[in-house]
Each structure stands twice: as structure tokens, then as C-alpha cells.
Antibody
Framework: QVQLKESGPGLVQPSQTLSLTCTVS????????VHWVRQPPGKGLEWMGV???????DYNSALKPRLSISRDTSKSQVFLTMNSLQTEDTGIYYC???????WGQGVMVTVSS | DVVMTQTPVSLSVSLGGQVSISCRSS???????????LSWYLQKPGQSPQLLIY???NRFSGISDRFSGSGSGTDFTLKISRVEPDDLGVYYCGQGTQYPLTFGSGTKLEIK
């Protein structure tokens, strides 16, 4: 059964670094791509980046200076790290497989002091 | 970046009715490999998005034939027939042809 689950701190202070983990099961990270998508409260979807099955990454150019995606295939985990957080980074962060029908439940991140 | 423009912003439809949602891209979504990577997602209240349609007109496994996608190049449409209560939510188009991947701003479907 394919599952993805995001985890991480719910509250981050402005200018600090966000670290999220996407733990997957039911498939191998070396066979499928994992994307990160975020959604500000009451707003639409924003693609953040992807780690390809081969390990390469691509990022939204608007976030690229602040964003890093990596993985640990032995633990079936994908990591998102984003620095210099601002209030506009508040929202729900999702990981998903291949931008298909397997999405995590999302994790709400609030940037506030 | 490819800008995806969805219209209308919201729709109100009676049960059993039919609706169409338009999605236009600022650039052609035809990939060099000949495929057109245009998908439709539905996000029900409080849930993660779910895939309805991929590559313009292919229904994802288990998706009702009441949902149909069409279009080409830069102009795409999602049609929902015989609307049911479970269809309410926000519909997004998304393109996977050019990076960064981009989504439309969403169309909220309400049931009268």
C-alpha cells in the first residue's frame, strides 16, 4: 500500500530554517519521483521542487536560492530544507509521488514569532 | 514560467447538472516528446488533492466517466456531467511539460 507522510515542526520563527521529512512506504524512492507542493491558507497550489528517482533535483526558480531537497533511500525518506523563512511561507506542505494520486496528508507550517 | 489561467473562479450547479472549467496556458503544453502534460486535480474540503485526469484526457484509475478532459496546445477543458454532492471542492489544472511545474488558481465548485 502506497503511503506518504509529512512530518516536521508546526511553528517556525521568521528567518529560521524549515526542515520537513516525507516518509514513504509501498514503493521505492529509486523507482519514483517525489515532489513537494505547498498551499498557503485559502490559496492555490505551488510546486516547490522534485527529487527524481535517480537522485537529481529540480526546484521552483523562485524558491531555489532557499530550498534543498534530499533523500535517504535506506530509510525511505525525502527531506525538504528551506531557509530564511518569512510569514508568506506559512501554509500546508505536501509531498507526493509523481504528481499523481498519491499525496501525503500535508503538514501545516506556521511562520511566526 | 508557464502561467495557467483557470476560469471561472467559482461555479454553482444543481445536482445532476453539467459544468465546464477552462484552463489556458501561456505557452503550448506540447512536450518535445509529443505528449501534452496537462492534469486536473480535485481538492475536497480538508483533503489533499486527488488526480482526476492526466495527459489532457486520460481518467485516472477509478475516476468516474462523468469527468472528461479535452483540449490541445494551450486551451483545455474539464467537463463534469451529472454532478453529485461528492464533486464539490476546488478543481485545479496543472502542467507538467515545462519546469517549474505550475497550477491554475483553482475553480471552486458549489452545489446549489
Amino acid at each position: 500500500q502506497v503511503q506518504l507522510k509529512e512530518s516536521g515542526p508546526g511553528l517556525v520563527q521568521p528567518s529560521q530554517t524549515l526542515s520537513l521529512t516525507c516518509t514513504v512506504s509501498g514503493f521505492s524512492l529509486t523507482s519514483y519521483n517525489v515532489h513537494w507542493v505547498r498551499q498557503p491558507p485559502g490559496k492555490g497550489l505551488e510546486w516547490m521542487g522534485v527529487i527524481w528517482s535517480g537522485g537529481n533535483t529540480d526546484y521552483n526558480s523562485a524558491l531555489k536560492p532557499r530550498l534543498s531537497i534530499s533523500r535517504d533511500t535506506s530509510k525511505s525518506q525525502v527531506f525538504l530544507t528551506m531557509n530564511s523563512l518569512q510569514t508568506e511561507d506559512t501554509g500546508i506542505y505536501y509531498c507526493n509521488r509523481n504528481l499523481g494520486n498519491y499525496w501525503g496528508q500535508g503538514v501545516m507550517v506556521t511562520v511566526s514569532s | 514560467d508557464v502561467v495557467m489561467t483557470q476560469t471561472p473562479v467559482s461555479l454553482s450547479v444543481s445536482l445532476g447538472g453539467q459544468v465546464s472549467i477552462s484552463c489556458r496556458s501561456s505557452q503550448s503544453l506540447v512536450h518535445n516528446n509529443g505528449n501534452t502534460y496537462l492534469s486536473w486535480y480535485l481538492q475536497k474540503p480538508g483533503q489533499s488533492p486527488q488526480l482526476l485526469i492526466y495527459k489532457v484526457s486520460n481518467r485516472f484509475s477509478g475516476i468516474s466517466d462523468r469527468f472528461s478532459g479535452s483540449g490541445s496546445g494551450t486551451d483545455f477543458t474539464l467537463k463534469i456531467s451529472r454532478v453529485e454532492p461528492d464533486d464539490l471542492g476546488v478543481y485545479y489544472c496543472g502542467q507538467g511539460t515545462q519546469y517549474p511545474l505550475t497550477f491554475g488558481s483553482g475553480t471552486k465548485l458549489e452545489i446549489k
